[in-house]
């Protein structure tokens, strides 16, 4: 322990700083109220949903399916538990490696995520890319990478992007 002085945050940190904290408080509600509405789903649970009707197969060991969503396994696990209970997720052992579970997102999961998605997108154009310009996108994700290297340089967000087909 040290006597040291903090790194105080000069006046343009703090604004940034405070803005950011905003966002990550104010969005998330703001994007996740409609999900709700509609179909009585969080934004995590939604997110979840999202990942398996991009990934191959529409499926993703769990492990994998944490990583892409930022979650613990616990987590994760009483999540696709519940979404499973309402049939939108199927869990079972990964066919190539028995040690592993994999979860699928089911046909019902599918359609549900197709129905939301127009919306969904349509509130998060309006709440964050409607604010800004192209060259504040540019600096979004370049800021947001940066950001995200410093707290995970392993995340899977900052792995080269392969081509969709």
């Given amino acids: 322990m040290t006597d040291m002085e903090p790194r105080w945050l000069n006046g343009q940190e703090r604004a940034a700083w405070l803005a950011l904290f905003s966002v990550t408080t104010l969005l998330p509600g703001a994007i996740e109220a409609p999900l709700q509405q509609e179909a009585k789903l969080s934004l995590f649970e939604y997110n979840v949903?999202?990942?398996?009707?991009?990934?191959?197969?529409e499926a993703l060991p769990m492990s994998e399916l944490a990583a892409r969503t930022s979650a613990s396994l616990s987590r994760l696990s009483h999540v696709v538990k519940k979404l499973q209970a309402r049939g939108l997720v199927q869990r079972s052992v990964h066919a190539a490696d028995a040690r592993v579970t994999e979860a699928a997102i089911t046909g019902v999961g599918m359609a549900l995520i197709r129905k939301l998605a127009p919306a969904h997108v349509e509130?998060?154009?309006?709440?964050?890319?409607?604010?800004?310009?192209?060259?504040?996108?540019?600096?979004?994700?370049?800021?947001?990478?940066?950001?995200?290297?410093?707290?995970?340089?392993?995340?899977w967000t900052l792995r080269p992007e392969r081509p969709r087909a």
């Fill in 123 to 155: 509130t998060v154009r309006e709440f964050v890319f409607d604010q800004l310009g192209q060259k504040d996108v540019d600096d979004l994700a370049r800021i947001g990478r940066k950001i995200v290297r410093g707290l995970d340089e392993a995340h």
């Fill in 49 to 57: 949903l999202a990942m398996l009707s991009e990934a191959d197969g």
